[in-house]
């Protein structure tokens, strides 16, 4: 399926555990996520004016979490655009298929963390935005009687 950026929303975790002063967020595979998780990891220390991202997935899901501080995605589909600021712990954006994302404007002591759907592996990246655009469909390949 050809996923928009519109297919990239923000979920609502279910809190518990505010009587005590604190909160706890239980993410449940199938009930706030989406898809069975296969891996967390998560970013921290990130210089300022660092820029993360830069690639797109070709099958792999993931909820992005701002667990700490603040950044912003730009995400976009080859067509739209969209920015999202994630700001809080209690709520995660989920990334579909196919979606070129930069991560960017991380408050100092930021910490992103990511819930992903399968375990890493390099050949679900694109990490070309042209090669992006052919990927989805919206680049014509140049052939030489074209030129
Ligand atoms: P990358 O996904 O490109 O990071 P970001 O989107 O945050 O800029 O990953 C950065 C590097 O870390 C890359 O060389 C791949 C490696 N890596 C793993 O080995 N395992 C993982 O689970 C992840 C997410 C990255």
Not at 37 to 51: C, H, W
Not at 123 to 132: K, L, S, T
């Amino acid at each position: 399926m050809n996923f928009s950026v519109n297919n990239c929303r923000l979920i609502d975790f279910s809190i518990t555990g505010t009587g005590a002063g604190f909160f706890v967020d239980p993410l449940r595979n199938g009930i706030e996520a989406p898809f069975p998780v296969k891996r967390m990891y998560y970013l921290f220390d990130i210089p300022l004016n660092k820029a993360r991202g830069g690639h797109s997935h070709k099958a792999l899901q993931q909820i992005v979490i701002a667990i700490n501080g603040s950044f912003a995605l730009k995400l976009s589909d080859g067509r739209d655009e969209k920015l999202v600021i994630l700001d809080s712990p209690m709520s995660g954006l989920h990334l579909v298929p196919g979606i070129w994302r930069e991560v960017f404007d991380f408050t100092p002591g930021a910490t992103c963390m990511v819930l992903a759907s399968e375990v890493y592996d390099e050949r679900d990246y694109i990490r070309d935005y042209d090669e992006f655009l052919t990927w989805r469909g919206l680049k014509k390949n140049i052939h030489s009687n074209d030129l």
